[in-house]
Nanobody
Framework: QVLLVESGGGAVEAGGSLRLSCTAS????????WGWFRQAPGKEREAVSC????????YYSDSVKGRFTISRNNAENRLYLHMTSLKPEDTAMYYC???????????????????YGQGTQVTVSS
């Protein structure tokens, strides 16, 4: 059974930082592309940042480029998202995801082969 568990969310003021973590089990972590998605109330889920299984290919949405950094630790089956210079518009539920097509220009879930965690809430106040 695939289990993805996110942690590290919270409430911060604009300009602050948070580091999200995702611990995975039930799948070969090092053979998957991984990513972070987010969904704000009333909006569609969007890809924030993704990383290829080889840890070379990365994707960042335009809204987070230069502020967020994705990383992975294959030995510990963990995915991270270091978020800095947070803005109120970053407020959303953040989800860890596996089973993605990752390109520098896009990050696309592979329907039927993708997995998601339950999410961790990030709230940024102005």
């Amino acid at each position: 059974q695939v289990l993805l568990v996110e942690s590290g969310g919270g409430a911060v003021e604009a300009g602050g930082s948070l580091r999200l973590s995702c611990t995975a089990s039930g799948l070969p972590f090092d053979q998957y592309n991984w990513g972070w998605f987010r969904q704000a109330p009333g909006k569609e889920r969007e890809a924030v940042s993704c990383v290829g299984y080889e840890s070379i290919t990365t994707y960042y949405s335009d809204s987070v480029k230069g502020r967020f950094t994705i990383s992975r630790n294959n030995a510990e089956n963990r995915l991270y998202l270091h978020m800095t210079s947070l803005k109120p518009e970053d407020t959303a539920m953040y989800y860890c995801a596996a089973g993605l097509l990752v390109l520098p220009s896009s990050c696309i879930p592979l329907t039927g082969h993708d997995h998601y965690g339950q999410g961790t809430q990030v709230t940024v106040s102005s």
